[in-house]
């Protein structure tokens, strides 16, 4: 899937006051994205972020940073490690970096929130891609690039996965291509404690459901009790 839809959202203020009491009553851990254009709306957002009732915080630092060329925050060891530590002032929840894929070394942005006090680092975001229209010879999204996700960027996220678990001591939330049990156990093989499916929701609105599913069999299947058991143990050649 290439996307280009922006993050368009109501803002923290209707979520607050709208979703999350929706939220509060599915029973399930709620963990709020945020993005921002400036390290000021990270840090602002997360002082409301803060007082809510909620599981934690996945910072988004694949938004363009408007201060530096529309550079993405998280590119850099240095701009994940700024916007991070500030962030990480103001937040008493537990905190997830998410990291974006389009960097020449995944580790050193990993290493940037780790040592800005980040609990957890998520990955991959999207891919940056290019589809272009042969009879009008122009882009078919109006925003020229998008955001490649699903089962074509598995290859590269499970490896990203497994540099940045070699990199850091905390735990990886890997994403990226996961539409069935096989691939999540591939992702924690790798060195991802959780993992996360976004666009396979798209292709089976039951991909979640039944990847628990898949887990389940493989544990049954090589007699695993505890799932936690396989997390970074892959055999390299």
């Known amino acids: 899937m290439l996307n280009s839809i922006g993050l368009q959202n109501p803002g923290v203020?209707?979520?607050?006051e709208y979703d999350l009491p929706w939220l509060k009553n599915q029973d399930v851990a709620v963990i709020v994205n945020a993005c921002g254009s400036t390290i000021e709306d990270y840090v602002e957002l997360c002082k409301i972020l803060?007082?809510?009732?909620?599981?934690?915080?996945?910072l988004n630092l694949s938004c363009p940073n408007v201060k530096a060329g529309c550079l993405a925050f998280g590119t850099t060891y240095e701009g994940v490690k700024e916007v991070t530590s500030k962030v990480r002032k103001v937040?008493?929840?537990?905190?997830?970096?998410?990291?974006?894929?389009?960097?020449?070394?995944?580790?050193?942005?990993a290493k940037g929130a780790e040592d800005a006090g980040a609990d957890a680092v998520s990955l991959i975001n999207t891919?940056?891609?290019?589809?272009i229209n042969i009879?009008?010879?122009?882009?078919?999204?109006?925003?020229?690039?998008?955001?490649?996700s699903g089962p074509a960027v598995k290859p590269v996220a499970v490896r990203?996965?497994?540099?940045?678990?070699?990199?850091?001591?905390?735990?990886i939330l890997g994403m990226g291509g996961i539409i069935n049990g096989n691939d999540a156990v591939e992702f924690m093989l790798a060195g991802a404690s959780a993992v996360s499916i976004g666009a396979g929701n798209f292709i089976d609105p039951y991909t979640s459901v039944n990847t628990v599913k898949g887990i389940e069999e493989y544990m049954k299947?090589?007699?695993?009790?505890n799932i936690?058991?396989?997390v970074g143990k892959v055999e390299m050649n």
């Open 228 to 230: 936690n058991d396989i």
């Open 13 to 16: 203020e209707y979520f607050m």
């Open 91 to 109: 937040l008493d929840k537990p905190l997830i970096v998410k990291l974006t894929p389009n960097v020449t070394d995944i580790t050193l942005p």
């Open 160 to 171: 990203m996965v497994y540099q940045v678990s070699q990199a850091v001591n905390i735990p």
């Open 50 to 58: 803060n007082k809510a009732d909620i599981d934690g915080v996945e």
């Open 221 to 225: 299947k090589h007699n695993i009790e």
């Open 127 to 131: 891919l940056l891609g290019m589809s």
């Open 135 to 148: 009879n009008t010879r122009k882009p078919y999204l109006a925003n020229n690039t998008g955001g490649l």
